[in-house]
């Protein structure tokens, strides 16, 4: 994430969500994928830890964490209850974002899907579909970050906005959505905020009698011809064992192409000149889950990106094959723009 985040708020109530588990002070619950047992429904003896301390809530999650997890669980919490969401930037400095419950009536909203990012009014529910970009990446957080600031533009009085999630997004797009909508500077110098306040969570309330100033119909600029990023990262067809469905692996691994950039960009601040290309090694056991990630050739020579992909790749669950284990070759190519 850019920039330096805030410290997180003291004293706090952290609820670690992994793949794995939920564990909200001694009170832990398996989990399978990162999805609650009953996916809209949060479990009672986590409910109960929820609401036995009044202290802000610190959602820390791994990346690969389903969005909808915390959106379900964050409707135990009263809107009056504070509540941020941790972030980690690439250089692994730790923060928060504070995320708001209660919004004025009519806010705009960002609904984050699994085809990408929709912006809309919630009075007329009239929406404009942010991307795919050039890359071919479904979550285009160039254009994103963009029509926030430009719509913060034409609406100065607008103070937050709200996002829903849908079912196939991950905590890192939410993330990183959070951090475009409200501006890379946002943390550090909080005047250059585009949408200050984000509204995450189905426990959200809109506050009756305060509504921005909107006008009636919302007005987008078409998208930019080209996008501002330095780089960008093209990810080859992947080469399959037997027993997996070549077209849903490649179809997962175009949904991690935003996490291949943002490790690349990061990289790209200490070695503005870095190209080149990377084959990747992933090893599933029989749930289909990445049980190994290595890398048998690369031109790139950069440790920092090789170890930032080899933790996000690592853990990443795949249809179940029916031979196990079962490798995927698959390269990726680095490019400077």
Known sequence: MPGVLPPLPEPSLAVVVTLEKIQVGEVTLALEAGVLPKPDTPPQAIADALLASEDPVAWVADAGVPAATLRTLSG?????????????????????????????????????????????????????????????????????????????????????????????????????????????????????????????????ETAKGVSPKLKPKLELSKPAGASDAPGTVEIGKAKVGKGVDASKVNAVLKR?????????????????????????????????KVIEVGVPESSLDDEAVEACLTRGLGGLRFAAPTESPVAVDVSLTFKLR
Request: hydrophobic share 35%; net charge positive; proline share 6%.
């Open 256 to 288: 991690r192409a935003g996490f291949a950039r943002m490790c690349y960009f990061a990289a790209l601040a200490d070695s503005p000149t870095l190209a080149g290309t990377m084959d990747l090694r992933l090893t599933l056991g029989k749930d289909g």
């Open 76 to 204: 135990v919490l009263p809107p009056e209850r504070s509540r941020v969401l941790v972030m980690q930037t690439s250089k692994g400095q730790q923060g928060a974002v504070t995320l708001v419950g209660t919004v004025p009536g009519g806010v705009p909203y960002v609904r984050i899907a699994s085809d990408g990012f929709h912006l809309a009014e919630q009075s007329d529910g009239k929406e404009y579909d942010l991307g795919p970009d050039k890359a071919g990446d479904t979550f285009n957080y160039v254009e994103l970050r963009n029509k926030a600031k430009s719509f913060r533009t034409k609406h100065p009085d607008l103070s937050a906005i709200r996002l829903n999630v849908e079912e196939g997004v991950t905590v890192e797009v939410l993330a990183r959505a959070i951090s475009q909508i409200r501006g890379p500077k946002c943390s550090v110098e909080p005047r250059r905020c585009w949408l200050p306040d984000i509204a995450f969570g189905d426990g959200v």
